[in-house]
């Protein structure tokens, strides 16, 4: 005959068991959801370079490799954009270092090349393009150069920031990074597995910071509450 006390223990090991199996079921349903993702992510990554469909208004190189900033050259020599920014820029590095290595006249260079120096991530360069696209009246169309692997969080951080203009991806095929070899190189595998991790924080956090925006008040309204509590003294 089975004792009260006996039962309740059974009954607490079958709901342990029922909580152990839907943790294990629920892990397994991420987990796989994630290498599903991941896998996608790296299917997606451009395996070559391709023309831009059409002339933009402006063309943002972000460091990270020469290669970014000497494609983004040519783009704006070749009438591809009418002003450049290369956002991320080491604050040792002079301009007229920079001028030498790009393939753009002096002339072009001291025109339409804007170095940004504030920019420490790619969170960084997607604000620090936005005010400089503000102050040059960049308001429809823009060209992305930068490496293949990143451009997706680029383009996602920098879409965020610039809603309203429209993006021309670039990406760059990197000399040291074959994303091809994703399934059969762990180093590769490894290395678009941590940028797919960001791409993931990106999204993330652009999204908590689009629903945190649409709920504050317009910004008619915000200036309105400024004006009067500004104390002129």
């Known amino acids: 005959m089975t004792t ?3 039962q309740g223990e059974k009954n607490g090991l079958s709901a342990m ?10 892990s397994a349903c991420v987990g796989a959801a994630f290498l599903l993702g991941y896998a996608g992510f790296a299917l997606s990554l451009p395996r070559e370079e391709f023309a831009v469909p059409a002339p933009a208004e402006g063309v943002v190189a972000l460091t990270g490799g020469s290669d970014r900033v000497l494609d ?6 070749s009438g591809q954009a009418r002003r450049m920014l290369i956002t991320g820029v080491n604050r040792a590095t002079r301009s007229a270092v920079i001028a030498k290595i790009l393939p753009v006249s002096r002339q072009l260079f001291d025109c339409c ?21 503000r102050q040059h009246n960049i308001t429809r169309s823009l060209i992305v150069v930068t ?3 990143h451009m997706p969080r680029a383009l996602v951080e920098i879409s965020a920031a610039m809603p309203d203009v429209e993006l021309y991806p670039f990406p760059v095929v990197s000399e040291h990074i074959d994303v091809s070899d994703w ?8 290395f ?4 797919y991790v960001k791409y993931l924080g990106s999204l993330l956090r652009t999204k908590v910071m689009r629903d945190f925006d649409d709920s504050e008040p317009p910004p008619q309204l ?12």
Do not use: C, M
């Open 4 to 6: 009260p006390l006996r």
């Open 17 to 26: 068991r029922k909580i152990a199996g839907a943790i294990f079921l629920g």
């Open 72 to 77: 983004a050259a040519t783009l704006l020599a």
């Open 113 to 133: 090349v804007d170095l940004g120096y504030q920019a420490l991530d790619t969170a960084g360069n997607a604000r620090e393009t936005r005010e400089w696209a």
């Open 147 to 149: 490496s293949n692997y």
């Open 183 to 190: 399934v059969s190189n762990l180093r590769v595998a490894r």
């Open 192 to 195: 678009i597995g941590k940028e």
């Open 222 to 233: 915000r200036r309105s509450v400024a004006s009067t509590t500004h104390d002129p003294g």
